[in-house]
């Protein structure tokens, strides 16, 4: 996922998307144009979708930050490393019975 702008309209879901070192416009899929700043981005959009009633600044569209500057992002790509001691990922894994030792199996009944 990429830094992003995002306003919801009854005209389709807007979006001004940071692309390399520029930004792009977008109408639901659809890419309208590209820019060099998220302002010219937000000025074009205005124009070509008056009737969508879009906010005046950027500040009053949702900022969708990039996934590595997520706390959770950063955290799966730091445990995504590590190993738990104790562990051979060679061997087979060994099913354990959750059953407590006074319960009987399924297949055995207690008539005997």
Do not use: C
Request: aromatic letters at 8%.
């Amino acid at each position: 996922m990429v830094s992003q702008y995002v306003f919801p309209s009854s005209r389709g879901l807007f979006r001004i998307v940071k692309h390399g070192h520029r930004w792009r416009s977008l109408v639901e899929a659809r890419e309208v144009a590209r820019h060099d700043s998220a302002e010219a981005a937000l000025d074009a959009l205005r124009q070509a979708w008056p009737h969508a009633r879009l906010p005046q600044v950027l500040s009053e569209w949702r900022y969708v930050a990039d996934a590595a500057y997520l706390p959770h992002a950063r955290l799966a790509r730091t445990t995504n490393g590590f190993r738990i001691t104790g562990i051979d990922p060679s061997q087979p894994r060994v099913r354990r019975s959750r059953r407590g030792p006074g319960r009987p199996s399924r297949d055995v009944t207690d008539h005997g």
